[in-house]
C-alpha cells in the first residue's frame, strides 16, 4: 500500500517524464483526462522519511500513458494569497 500525504492531509503523487515522452505530453490540452499504465515507482532520497512528500513515479515512454478523454468543466483557480 501506498502512502503520502501532505501537510493539510490529502495524498500526494507526482509523475516525471524525460525524453521523447515529455515532448510529447507537453502536447496534451489543460483538461485532456490521461491514464497512466505501469508508470516506473522513483526510489525516495535517503534523507527523505517515507510519508513525506508523497510519491513519484516516472513515465518513460509513450506507451505509457493513453488519452481517455476530456474534462469539460475543467478550469484553474485563481487562489487568494
Do not use: F, K, L
Given at each position: 500500500m501506498l502512502k503520502g500525504y501532505t501537510a493539510n492531509g490529502y495524498k500526494q503523487i507526482s509523475f516525471m517524464t524525460f525524453g521523447e515522452s515529455a515532448i510529447a505530453i507537453t502536447k496534451i490540452r489543460p483538461g485532456t483526462i490521461i491514464a497512466v499504465i505501469n508508470p516506473r515507482l522513483m526510489p525516495k532520497k535517503p534523507n527523505v522519511k517515507a510519508d513525506q512528500n508523497g510519491h513519484t513515479f516516472c513515465?518513460?515512454?509513450?506507451?505509457?500513458?493513453?488519452?481517455?478523454?476530456?474534462?469539460?468543466?475543467?478550469?484553474?483557480c485563481k487562489g487568494r494569497t
Open positions: 513515465i518513460d515512454s509513450e506507451a505509457q500513458y493513453m488519452m481517455i478523454g476530456y474534462s469539460e468543466e475543467y478550469d484553474i
